[in-house]
């Protein structure tokens, strides 16, 4: 008998000490998920590079190269001062420093016939766009009926995820995104089929958006207080909706703002929606912030769909994928974020702790204030940089 009560006397004392463990438990979980959320923006390698582009038009034997290039991937990668502390390239410090432009560029955008034979580069121009530079190169190839490769290498000492989008206009056309795994653009024989010009938008899509950490944090913010599906549902479409709006006017060109404008908008909706998670306990109401935002995130995706380039006579299929990708690529993320959600709580559920809704809102504001200090530095980083 007196073993029972001591026995009785134990698990009474364990199970007063377990709501201790719950505090314990949520800042372990917000930790967690706050180290999440501050790592996303980087990388284990030094520098991230934008996509980079070329528009090729073939004129018989030659061949003109249209390339567009991020200065601050020029200013890493071949040690170069091409920007301002907003980093705009100054036309006056690329004009002085043109021939080591030349110099990168032509070493890793190369030109060859079947049967590897090297086209002959040479420069033509080249000219400051906003945070770019826009270069041109003329090939002459000595064989005109042959299939071409071109191979692009551009940055990918600096940055293994690089990314080249190549866009060929000529009686056919072609298209391709390269990287390391890729280098190389067969420009010849059957031209690139509607299927494949969808594929390649799709998956650019959802490449944005795996790499789009703003658009990332901006959507954690808005679900992490989410309990229901519906109201989750409610501000993930409207947030589709929106973007996929303006995506669509901003490509074609019926509505623009500056790049810069853009860019600060979307680091203030992630600040607003993270700092309101301190002030509201469900997000039922918050379709309408979505929709509002989700129009100016739309730009921001359209001036990424624009280096791409779009092909003239598949202007609506490239447009739909990339916007399908970029959706897919959505609802993996937040489809993510909720699986580790309810890990986190099934662990705790493991250790004898229940999900209630106090240690819920303390986990999801936890993680609310990770992405407003992330949103915050964009925000300062964007609108206070200047020249």
Partial sequence: ??????????????????????????????????LLAAAAPYD????QTKLSSSRLALEGQEVRAELELNGIDLNVAAQLALTDAAD????????????????YVLERATLSVAGGAACEARPESIAAKGDHVVLTLKYRCPAADRPLSYRVVLFHEVDPAARHMVSVQARKSWIGLLGTGNPVLQIGGEPAGLGETVWRYFVS?????AIGYDHIAFLLAVIVLARRFWPLFAVVTAFTV????????AVLEVVTLPSRLVEAAIAGSIVYVAAE??????????????????????FGFASVLREYGIPRDAVVPALAAF??????????IVGAATLLWKAGFALGRARGLQPTEPLQRKVG????????VLGLYWLVERVFATG
């Fill in 242 to 249: 929106a973007h996929s709006i303006t995506l669509s006017l």
């Fill in 277 to 298: 998670n301190f002030f509201v306990s469900d997000i039922r109401r918050r379709w309408w912030i979505t929709f509002a935002f989700g129009l100016v995130h739309g």
């Fill in 88 to 103: 705009q390239v100054l036309p006056d410090r690329l004009e002085a420093q043109k021939d080591r432009v030349f110099g």
């Fill in 1 to 34: 008998m007196e073993t029972t009560e001591t026995t009785k006397d134990a698990t009474e004392a364990s199970c007063e000490k377990r709501p201790a463990a719950a505090p314990r438990f949520a800042a372990s979980l917000v930790a967690l998920l706050g």
């Fill in 205 to 209: 899509g959802v490449e944005h958006i």
């Fill in 365 to 372: 504001l936890g993680l609310s204030g990770a992405v407003l």
């Fill in 44 to 47: 284990v390698h030094a520098h």
């Fill in 323 to 332: 916007n399908v990708g970029v959706e897919i690529g959505q609802l993996l």
